[in-house]
């Protein structure tokens, strides 16, 4: 297949109206049109997400002929990974060929670290699945703002929905299995790769991490929120066991200080109550001391609620932490750079390492961080412009080319919805200033960005080229090279 519109041009399509990451990226070698996929997913729980994502799955079958040269999996979050589920009969069937797969580090088996990391991860997820099963609809703490936050943060760690499943494989497992071992690879940190189908193009591996310290720092040090650090295994242990003991699956705990006969439950303690109800004010019981309204606020049965909010903060910070970050250079030394999600301490490990580690005998000298982001023409704004996904000083104040445009993948209704500031204002300026105003949005209106791109062009005589899909169901840069 072949597409004479790409000569001396690279296409980066974005599938527009969901909050998620779907990018095709088609590229002309040796006169054949290949195809990278970068993630494929919507948000869990969006309204006809799973209709959304079938449609563009049959627009990337149509435009690939269902060859996936490569396919890059930046995370598992379920709004990167999702449309890999929804439409696994077409992807892990006979409609789609992967000829090779690209995952980070933390995602290899026969590595010890991800292993490590992966067992916390796990446990964290049942336990958080636990707490999900508890505060279902109708129930008194589904209204409790902190499991609010749980819920909320559940639409992206995909197997709190999923493991009632009898299917326990992961959707990467699914695609691994897919792929075959031997079209894997597990990108590391300072590598520079090239995909087996595409020779001349190559991606400078910026993350993830190898360092705990890195992978544990989501927030800035300077600045009002607080930093979240790697899953803690034993508060994941803690938090499961008590959600087991309030369904009665495990009995109550044997170092209590409490002898059994002055052990009561919850529910004992508020019967008790309703029985001494006729009683003078005097003469109240201890239980309606506890339970009358004005001292509601010395009660702590639910206290241990903050520790699933933190949990899943944690859990979501973490993962996006661990993104495969990639550089691709074209052949003039642009640079179209994906960071999935990658936070704080992803974007600083950038400076860590050069690209290669080391200097190869007979190649160019190996790049640094900087040097290659004040290569950047192309920036996928990470985690849909949240607030603290995109490093200032060590990340976008880098980005030194003038033919700068950025693609935000967000549907700014459904994060309203959550009470997600998706766009983030501050960063959204920041990013328009840095590109003239060059910035295309999941949910932007197609005229305003059209105009935006003929009144700034990215070059005046070979400019970027901008174009919408049918009912403008996704939004192409054609990026000359």
């Not at 990018?23 to 309204?47: M, N, P, W």
């Not at 269902?66 to 077409?90: C, I, K, N, P």
């Not at 030194?400 to 950025?406: F, G, K, P, T, Y």
């Amino acid at each position: 297949m072949t597409d004479s519109n790409l000569q001396g041009k690279v296409a980066i399509r974005m599938y527009r109206g969901i909050l998620g990451d779907c990018f095709l990226i088609r590229y002309l070698e040796a006169g054949t049109t290949r195809h990278i996929l970068i993630d494929c997913g919507v948000l869990q729980g969006s309204k006809d997400g799973k209709l959304k994502m079938a449609r563009i799955v049959d627009d990337i079958h149509k435009t690939t002929g269902g060859v996936l040269d490569l396919v890059v999996v930046t995370h598992e979050h379920h709004d990167h990974t999702s449309g890999f589920l929804y439409e696994q009969a077409r992807f892990f069937g006979e409609d789609f060929r992967i000829g090779e797969l690209w995952l980070a580090w933390t995602e290899d088996p026969n590595d010890s670290q991800a292993v490590a990391l992966h067992a916390r991860f796990k446990k964290a997820k049942v336990a958080l699945a636990g707490v999900v099963g508890l505060s279902g609809n109708g129930t008194a703490l589904s209204q409790d703002a902190r499991i609010k936050t749980v819920h909320g943060l559940g639409a992206f760690i995909e197997p709190l929905a999923g493991l009632a499943s009898k299917d326990k494989r992961t959707t990467i497992e699914k695609l691994k299995a897919k792929a075959g071992s031997k079209a894997i690879r597990y990108l590391e940190p300072g590598e520079v790769a090239r995909p087996a189908a595409i020779g001349t193009l190559k991606a400078y591996v910026m993350g993830p991490p190898r360092s705990e310290e890195r992978l544990r720092k989501d927030l800035p040090s300077k600045g009002t929120g607080k930093e979240v650090y790697v899953t803690s295994l034993d508060e994941a242990m803690a938090l499961e066991e008590r959600t087991l003991r309030l369904k009665g699956v495990v009995p109550p705990a044997a170092d209590t200080p409490f002898a059994s006969p002055y052990q009561r439950t919850y529910e004992k303690a508020q019967s008790d109550t309703d029985a001494h109800s006729g009683a003078d004010e005097d003469e109240a019981s201890v239980e309606q001391r506890y339970f009358s309204s004005e001292n509601q606020w010395r009660c702590i049965e639910d206290e241990w609620l903050d520790g699933a909010e933190t949990l899943a903060l944690k859990m979501d910070s973490d993962t996006n932490n661990t993104s495969l970050v990639l550089a691709f250079e074209l052949p003039d030394g642009q640079i179209l750079l994906f960071p999935g999600d990658a936070q704080v301490g992803n974007w600083l490990s950038w400076g860590d390492q050069t690209y290669p580690k080391k200097k190869v005998a007979g190649s160019p000298a190996p790049l640094t961080r900087d040097e290659i982001l004040a290569r950047v023409t192309l920036y996928k704004v990470g985690h849909h412009c949240s607030h603290n996904a995109t490093a200032r000083a060590a990340g976008l104040e880098k980005m030194h080319d003038s033919r700068l445009v950025a693609m935000i993948p967000v549907d700014a209704d459904v994060a309203k919805g959550k009470d997600w500031k998706m766009p983030y204002p501050d960063l959204l300026s920041a990013l328009q200033q840095r590109t003239k105003n060059r910035v295309v949005s999941g949910d932007g209106k197609p005229e305003s960005e059209m105009k935006t791109f003929k009144d700034s062009p990215t070059d005046p005589n070979n400019p970027v080229v901008l174009n919408y899909g049918p009912n403008e169901s996704w939004v192409e840069l054609l990026i000359p090279y």
